[in-house]
């Protein structure tokens, strides 16, 4: 079974950046569509970001233009790179593959607030 670990979130004053990293365990992570999913207080948990095994991204339309996906297959590591934050960007976020096949990790929450 893989085991996915979120780093990198905190709290950021609006208009400001943050870099998540996920790491996964296990080889087998560059077979898999990865996606970045948060939950914010109180609601579902959506998804954000999507990125393919070749490269190719999508994103929900409220990130696009602000936040950009990728991974390194080689470190079995997933990032969101995260501009302009809003408060409405604020969570936990999480990373699993694009059919949320994995058991989900703790998250790393972002608060973004002034």
């Known amino acids: 079974q893989v085991q996915l670990v979120e780093s990198g979130g905190g709290l950021v004053q609006p208009g400001g950046s943050l870099r998540l990293s996920c790491a996964a365990s296990?080889?087998?992570?560059?077979?898999?569509?990865m996606g970045w999913y948060r939950q914010a207080p109180g609601t579902q948990r959506e998804w954000v970001a999507i990125?393919?095994?070749?490269?190719?991204?999508n994103y929900r339309n409220s990130v696009k233009g602000r936040f950009t996906i990728s991974r390194d297959n080689a470190k079995n590591t997933m990032y969101l790179q995260m501009n302009s934050l809003k408060p409405e960007d604020t969570g936990v976020y999480y990373c699993?593959?694009?059919?949320?096949?994995?058991?989900w990790g703790q998250g790393t929450p972002v608060t973004v607030s002034s």
């Open positions: 699993n593959t694009g059919g949320q096949d994995f058991s």
């Open positions: 296990g080889s087998i992570f560059s077979i898999y569509v």
């Open positions: 990125i393919t095994n070749s490269g190719y991204t």
